[in-house]
């Protein structure tokens, strides 16, 4: 089942933060985050496993709580570069990923 | 280190045309494949995923079709293309120990079925 994203869209000044939330009804055994440019595919951030770790990527982070099924990416100090379309995948335990439908993300000078 | 080729990067087919879109992966063994779809400004939906050669789990019925002959070879075809078929077609390839990796996408398809 595919997870839920919020916001949709988003437009930071640089330097500026911003949260990006993925929710799934299931239970979940990892979650993904990818970032794809127009026209580009998808590039692989980062992975979060079930125990509610953070990672990060640069100054992109994430954390996913098990309890909620839920994962938030954290865009810190926002650079021209991180724009883009960003995507959660979601893993149930089994070999494939269910995305949701992205938020895209517009850095301004 | 691992490379993913996909080709050709842009196609225009008319209605009703067969379609063949390949994918290799090297340097690599027994890799996940995965064939997913993208409309125009909207998310990925996965078509087919194969853990094995001769092994394709399809997640949406369509008219089209998913096949691995070989170890690192993914082929995605349909006999007759509908305009709905039109899309950005994506190949990506993971690995399973314990937990899924990380996806790594070809450069993709760009598909107009007009």
């Known amino acids: 089942q595919q997870p839920v994203q919020s916001p949709q869209a988003v437009i930071l000044r640089e330097g500026e933060d911003a949260v990006i939330n993925c929710s799934s009804s299931k239970a979940l055994y990892s979650v993904h985050w990818y970032r794809q440019k127009h026209g580009e595919a998808p590039v692989f951030l980062m992975i979060?496993?079930?125990?509610?770790e953070q990672k990060g990527h640069e100054k992109i982070s994430a954390s996913f709580n098990e309890k909620k099924q839920q994962s938030s990416l954290y865009l810190t100090a926002s650079q021209l570069s991180y724009s883009g379309t960003y995507f959660c995948?979601?893993?149930?335990?089994?070999?494939?990923?269910?995305f949701g439908a992205g938020t895209t993300v517009t850095v301004r000078a | 280190s691992q490379t993913i080729h996909q080709w050709p990067a842009t196609l225009v087919q008319p209605v009703g045309s067969p379609l063949s879109l390949e994918c290799t992966v090297e340097g690599t063994s027994n890799p996940n494949l995965y064939w997913y779809r993208q409309a125009a400004g909207r998310g990925l939906q996965l078509l087919f995923y194969s853990v094995g050669i001769g092994q394709i789990s399809s997640e949406v019925p369509q008219n089209l079709s998913a096949s691995r002959p070989q170890d690192r070879q993914f082929i995605l075809s349909s006999k007759k293309l509908l305009l709905s078929d039109s899309g950005f077609y994506l190949c990506a390839w993971s690995v399973r120990a314990g937990v899924l990796y990380g996806y790594t996408f070809g450069s993709g398809t760009r598909l107009t079925v007009v």
């Open positions: 979060l496993l079930k125990g509610g």
């Open positions: 995948g979601t893993e149930m335990n089994d070999y494939k990923l269910s």
